[in-house]
Structures are given as C-alpha cells and as structure tokens.
C-alpha cells in the first residue's frame, strides 16, 4: 500500500498506563500538540482550539467528583449483605484478586498501545485519529469519576468477610461504573471509528482484536472482585458513548 512522506513519521503513545489519570493524559496530549512535522509547513495544527476546550472541559468534570468530598464517610454495612444485590451482581461477589486485577492493568494499557502505534503508521490522518482517542479517554474518564461519586455503590469487598478492613477507603464505595472497562471501550471504539471513517482501513481484524481486549478488561475486574458485573456494562457503555460523541463532534 502506497505510503505518503508523512507516513515515516511516527506518533507512539505513552510507554506506560497502569494507572490511567486525567493529568498524564493532558500530557500526551500536549506532546502531540508540541509534535511538529518537518518540511510540511502547509498542514493545518494537529491540535485546534476545539481539541483544547473538550479536554479542558473532561478535566472540568473530572475535577467535580475529586473536590465534591462525596462518599468519604464509612459505608453503612461492613460487612454488607449480598442479599441486598441484583441477583445479576450477587453470584460475581468475591474477595479481591490482585493478580487477575494487574492483568486488567496490563490489558488495557495494551489495547491503548496497539491501537496508538498501529495509527500512528497512518501519517497524519493517523496522528488525527490518536488526538481523538486521548479526548475519547478523557471524557470517558470524566464521566465515570463523576458517576462514581453520584451513584456511590460499594464495591464487592464490603460484601465479603474482608469487609471490616476495607470500610475505611472511600474508593471501596466508588464501585459504578468501572473506570477501566469505560476507558477500555473508549480506546477500542475510538480506533475502530477512525479506522472506519479517516484512515484506509487495512486492519479489519485488529478493529475486533482490540473491542475483545476491552471486554476482557471487564471480564478481569469483575474475576478480580473489584467491581460487580452491572458496573462493567454501565462502564462499557460510557466508553462506547464518549467515543461516538467526540468522533461526531471532530468529524
């Protein structure tokens, strides 16, 4: 396939996202931002003044659940009764699982790595489809802080007998939506739009390749006893919607 001298230039990621955070993102960001292509002086910013208001505004957002104090009280029940859950929640409830829950890690920060690279060998309509993925991730991001802290559900370690230790982290009762799985699917989404609608898609196989790895991710939080399974889907569903909306207001 034909390659224009843009082609050899290249745009990777970062090298690491475990965890992922609103401010290391704006970072990217602005790398891409400060990323100049030499001898094309004719080429518009990659970076325009509606990329900066829908990252400043995620980072808004965001910012509301982290100065809102909500949900810093111990939870009412420590150990709670699973009884009290959806049936749908109640049989996934079981103790925390650190290594299945750094594999989740791993997984999303793959599929953050392999959809940035393989786009970046895409020249500058590549470079336009990872603007749009950092601003996809931030919203994500954004909306599952902020849902956290309105919704407030306690995660599955209070419904277990490790319960009484874990009553005094105010994380434990930010359980919906999953964050990892909401920024997985953003990612996967992201690529799949710009595969389909701004660059050739040559890849079609690496478009379900990344949505699998995202829905691994939810499948590994809820194995890892971090979230119950209604916080993946409402998770998965946020990613998917933040990514459709960016790539329509881009695009």
């Known amino acids: 396939m034909f390659r224009s001298p843009l082609a050899q230039n290249r745009v990777t990621g970062p090298t690491r996202m475990t965890p992922i955070r609103p401010s290391s993102l704006l970072v990217c960001a602005a790398l891409l931002a400060s990323h100049h292509l030499s001898g094309q002086p004719t080429l518009p910013p990659l970076i325009t003044a509606k990329d900066g208001i829908i990252a400043s505004s995620a980072a808004l957002v965001w910012g509301i659940e982290r100065i809102s104090g909500w949900h810093e009280a111990p939870p009412s029940c420590a150990p709670c009764d699973p009884a009290d859950l959806p049936f749908f929640d109640r049989w996934a409830v079981t103790e925390p699982e650190a290594v299945t829950a750094r594999a989740s890690d791993i997984t999303r920060a793959a599929v953050a790595l392999v959809s940035w690279l393989d786009l970046a060998r895409e020249g500058r309509s590549g470079q336009v489809g990872i603007v749009a993925s950092v601003e996809s991730l931030l919203w994500a991001e954004a909306i599952t802080h902020l849902a956290k802290g309105a919704i407030g559900r306690k995660r599955p370690v209070l419904y277990t007998d490790q319960a009484p230790g874990a009553a005094d982290g105010p994380n434990n009762q930010r359980s919906m939506p999953s964050g990892h799985t909401s920024t997985a699917f953003a990612l996967a989404t992201s690529y799949w739009l710009t ?36 916080d993946v889907f409402i998770g998965a569903g946020v990613g998917v919607a933040s990514a459709v909306v960016i790539h329509s207001i881009k695009f």
């Open 195 to 230: 595969r389909n609608g701004i660059t050739e898609d040559d890849k079609p196989w690496l478009r379900w390749v990344l949505m699998a790895g995202a829905t691994g991710v939810g499948v590994l939080r809820v194995a890892a006893g971090k979230h119950h399974p209604s």
